[in-house]
Structures are given as structure tokens and as C-alpha cells.
């Protein structure tokens, strides 16, 4: 009996009775009384004892602690309630990087024209002055009449593109061929973005580089066409996807429209089984704000193409609606799921999107610097993948032409429509600058404001830096801490002052190690905490927005 319950992991509580020289066995409150074994060395146990009906009893009431592994089932419960933390945490990153994007779209509509139109009067006026010693543009206003030039180019060449030939040609498709032919539109959306950031990144460094006398590019000229061509070919794949998408809301049966949203679900498969460190979750998480963007823009596009053909009537917009709310519905609930059990098999806490927020606020406030070497929503680019040219110069398409402006009344109503929209941008920037600063000092960031970023020639990594950092021009940091530029570190073409190398992209692409930064530290800062350190680490990886996950 004693071999049995021994093999059956049953804890035993044992007293023994000094009086009688018997012994007593506790299971679940059970006590049965033994004699002492050593009076009855000598004996057989008889086979009674292994009785069906005793070892029946003894499964009955055979019991175990739990309190034995007690690390173990906290760790068990701390991963429930990570699992439970995932949605609120996770929607509160995707709803801070959704105004991110949604600040660097309407920027391209409101202060994208204003500050263009400020640009040319300083290029008229500058030379009737007698002022000519100096330069006519600076170099943020020739990136701004660049990208005008380019969206207006390729607005007017989305004219020759019929949208309802491109409707009907798609219509006529078969089920299956139009659910691989949006798979297909996905994967050439990313590689696009990807892609496209270096093209604009390659063109706004070419027109504003210091001239030398070693040419090293092929001219300004040729990588305008490029983004020219870029622009609009990446419009075209937007355009394709706004149709598909616009043939499955009108389909009878939408039988389309559910396999398209089951392909969220087969994002599931292909990314919970997968390893996972803290810096690839981020470039996941970036990628998922911009995939979300986009969403919520194609479906305004499929909106106003439908309320269009039924003559703007409102209880149109009561049909889609339903629809609308089943494809966010199934977006956010993969994302829920996706991120729940990443983190749950890589043994990742919840307050890890605390810290990708604060990474994004810190390149909102850094942008915000006096020579800060980068516009926000091209630093919006760069972490995301997100590149609002394209979306922007659609959107100006079907916006086009599905209104008609005719009349005194309907040119007011565009005026204001447009004042309404600076005023949606100014007083979306305010807020996001206010929440940013308040992340960014949580993380305690605001020392990293004002640090210079590491120097270098291309072809070599930076060297350490060991004490205080010295300016280009020899001044100490602390003394040039409100004209320092932030210490995120550039791509090819981004930094008009620090060219980082083009040869050491590995350390980008594995994870830095925490001492070696290529970040003057100050003397007096103590010991880094690790969620700080987790920030600085994370950091390093501007240039990895733009990766495929």
C-alpha cells in the first residue's frame, strides 16, 4: 500500500504514536493507523491489502500542494494578467501612433501649401532686396516645394487613370483570383514603402547637399523623375486596393469581403510562433499603426466612391456602415491576439508599449528642436513605414471627382473646410506635443534632447566618446544644448551634418549591446535603470520602421 500512494505523488503527513508503537497516515483529512513496520519485518504482506477497492480509496482521497511551486503558478497567473493588460496597452499605443499618422497626413493639406507659398515669396522677394550673399531657400523649403511639385505632378497624372474601367475590370474577376491578387497588392505595399522613404530621402539630400568638388551623385534631376515615378506607381497600387476592397463591400453574397478579413487571421499563424525580442515587437507594432492607417483611409475612399453613385443619399451610409465596423472589428481583434500570445511565449510584460510610446514621442519633441535634421512626418516615415504622399494624392483624386465646386456658396464652403482642417492639425499637433513631453519625461528621456548624435566617417563606426561632447565647433554640449539635434540615428541620406556609416547596417539589425551606445555620456549621470536602458536600445532603431515583418 505504502509503494502505491508513494507512486501516486500523495503528501503524507506521518505521526507516530510513542505509547503504542503505531503509525498514522493523513490523506485529505483521512487517517489511517498502521502498525509499527518493524514488528512485522519478519511477516509476508498479504495480498489483501492490494485490493481493487483500496487503491479506488486511495485515488479518492489522495491530495497534493500547490504551494510546492509556488514560482511557478505566479508566473502562470503574471501571465494571465499580461494577457489581460495587452488590449488596453496595446490600444493605447495604436491610438497615439493613429494622431501621429494622422498629424504627418494632414500636415501634406494645411502647412505643406503655407509653407511652400512662404517659400516663393522669399525666392521672389530675396533678390529685389540686394540680399543675394546668402541663400535663397533653406533647406526645409526646398524639401517643401519637392514634395508640392511631386504631389501636384502626380494628382495631375491620375487623371488619365479611369477609376471606374479599373472598377469593372476588377469586378469581372473571380473570387479566388481577386482574394491573391490583394494578397499579392499587400506585400507590393510594403516593399513600396520600404523602399519609397529612400528614394524622397535620396532626392531631398541630393537637392540640398553642400556643394563639393567630387560629385557623387547622378544630379538632382534624375532622382526627382525617380520619385516622380515612385509616387505615382505606389498610387496606382493604393488606387488597385481602394477598388478590390470597394468590389467586395459590393458584392451580394460577401463572400469576398470574408476572405479577406480571414486573411488577417492567417497574420496570426505566420507571427505568434515566431521568436520575438523587444525591438522586433516595436517594428511590429510601427508596422500595425501604419497598417491601420491605411485602412481607415481606403475604407474613406470606398465611402465616398459608394455615396457617390447613389447621389450622396445618407441612408447609403447606414448599408456600409456594418461592413466598415466588421473589417476594424477584425483588425483590431487579430492585432489583440497577435500581440497577447507574442509576448506571452517571449516572456514579455505589458509595460513594454509603455516604452515604444515613449520612443515615439521622443521623435516628436526632438523634431520639434532647432536643428533638428529631420521633418516629423519624414521621421514619422522612417519609424513606420508610414509615407503619406501616395494616400494623400488619392485621396485628392476621389475627392475631386466626386464633388463638383460651382458657385460663390460652394468655393465659401472649401474655404472653410480648409480652415477647419488647420485648425484640426494645430490643434491635433498641440496635444501630441503636450502627451509626447509628458512620455518622454516618465521615461525620463529629456537628458537625451540635448546629447549630440556620434560622429563618424561613412565606411568606419563611430568611436566612443568618453567625457564631455564637444560641438563640431569645439563648445561643450551643455553649452549648446538648445541648438544640439537629437541623437537618433540617421539613414543614408538623412543627417545634413553627420554622415552615418553605410557599411555597418549590422548594428541596426541585431541588438546593440547596452554599453556600447555611441552616446556621450556626462560624468555626473549615474547607472542607467533597464527600462531606461530598454528606451535607449530601442532608440537605435529608427531605420527599422521600415522593415517587413
Avoid at 202 to 228: D, Q, S
Avoid at 326 to 350: G, L, P, Q
Amino acid at each position: 500500500m505504502a509503494a502505491v500512494l508513494e507512486n501516486g505523488d500523495k503528501r503524507e503527513s506521518e505521526e507516530w504514536s510513542s505509547d503504542r508503537g503505531v503509525r498514522r497516515t493523513e490523506t485529505l483529512g483521512f487517517y489511517e493507523t498502521q502498525s509499527d513496520p518493524s514488528k512485522h519485518a519478519g511477516k509476508k504482506r498479504n495480498l489483501s491489502d492490494l485490493s481493487l477497492l483500496r487503491f479506488i480509496s486511495a485515488e479518492l482521497t489522495r491530495g497534493y500542494l500547490l504551494e510546492h511551486n509556488e514560482a511557478k503558478y505566479k508566473e502562470r497567473r503574471e501571465r494571465v494578467y499580461t494577457c489581460l493588460r495587452i488590449p488596453r496597452e496595446l490600444e493605447k499605443l495604436m491610438f497615439f501612433g493613429f494622431f501621429l499618422c494622422l498629424d504627418a497626413f494632414l500636415y501634406l493639406f494645411t502647412l505643406l501649401p503655407l509653407r511652400v507659398l512662404l517659400a516663393l515669396m522669399r525666392f521672389i522677394t530675396l533678390p529685389c532686396c540686394g540680399l543675394s550673399g546668402g541663400r535663397l531657400l533653406q533647406p526645409a523649403q526646398v524639401c517643401d516645394i519637392l514634395k508640392s511639385v511631386i504631389m501636384v505632378i502626380c494628382f495631375i497624372m491620375m487623371h488619365y487613370v479611369d477609376y471606374s474601367m479599373m472598377y469593372h475590370l476588377i469586378r469581372g474577376q473571380s473570387v479566388i483570383k481577386l482574394y491573391i491578387i490583394y494578397n499579392m497588392l499587400e506585400v507590393a505595399d510594403r516593399l513600396f514603402s520600404s523602399f519609397g522613404q529612400d528614394i524622397l530621402d535620396a532626392l531631398y539630400w541630393t537637392a540640398t547637399e553642400p556643394k563639393k568638388k567630387k560629385r557623387a551623385h547622378i544630379g538632382v534631376i534624375p532622382h526627382f523623375f525617380m520619385a516622380v515615378l515612385y509616387v505615382f506607381l505606389h498610387t496606382i497600387l493604393v488606387m488597385v486596393q481602394a477598388t478590390t476592397l470597394n468590389v467586395a463591400f459590393n458584392s451580394h453574397n460577401k463572400s469576398l469581403l470574408t476572405i479577406m478579413m480571414s486573411n488577417n487571421f492567417v497574420e496570426i499563424k505566420g507571427s505568434v510562433f515566431k521568436k520575438f525580442e523587444k525591438n522586433n515587437l516595436f517594428q511590429m507594432s510601427n508596422s500595425d499603426i501604419r497598417e491601420r492607417f491605411n485602412n481607415y483611409v481606403l475604407l474613406l475612399i470606398v465611402c465616398l466612391r459608394n455615396m457617390e453613385q447613389f447621389s450622396w443619399n445618407p441612408d447609403h451610409l447606414w448599408v456600409l456602415f456594418p461592413d466598415v465596423c466588421m473589417v476594424i472589428a477584425s483588425e483590431m481583434a487579430v492585432d489583440v491576439v497577435k500581440h497577447a500570445f507574442i509576448t506571452k511565449f517571449n516572456d514579455i510584460t505589458a509595460d513594454v508599449y509603455s516604452e515604444y510610446r515613449a520612443s515615439l514621442a521622443f521623435d516628436l519633441v526632438s523634431s520639434r528642436q532647432k536643428n533638428a535634421y529631420t521633418d516629423y512626418s519624414d521621421t514619422v516615415s522612417r519609424r513606420m513605414g508610414f509615407i503619406p504622399l501616395p494616400l494623400a494624392v488619392l485621396l485628392s483624386r476621389v475627392i475631386t471627382s466626386s464633388t463638383k465646386i460651382q458657385g460663390a456658396l460652394a468655393i465659401v464652403s472649401l474655404l472653410m473646410f480648409y480652415l477647419g482642417l488647420i485648425a484640426l492639425k494645430v490643434l491635433n499637433s498641440i496635444v501630441l506635443l503636450g502627451k509626447s513631453c509628458q512620455y518622454v519625461k516618465e521615461a525620463k528621456m529629456e537628458e537625451k534632447l540635448f546629447q549630440s548624435p556620434p560622429t563618424g566617417i561613412p565606411g568606419k563606426p563611430a568611436k566612443k566618446s568618453v567625457g564631455k561632447v564637444q560641438s563640431p565647433q569645439g563648445v561643450p554640449a551643455e553649452e549648446m544644448q538648445s541648438e544640439s539635434i537629437i541623437n537618433q540615428p540617421a539613414s543614408l541620406s538623412e543627417s545634413v551634418s553627420t554622415l552615418v556609416s553605410s557599411n555597418s547596417s549590422e548594428q541596426f539589425m541585431t541588438t546593440p549591446n547596452i554599453e556600447d551606445k555611441g552616446i556621450a555620456q556626462d560624468k555626473s549621470e549615474s547607472k542607467q535603470c533597464s527600462s531606461k536602458e530598454d528606451l535607449l536600445e530601442i532608440d537605435r532603431f529608427t531605420i527599422c520602421g521600415n522593415r517587413i515583418d
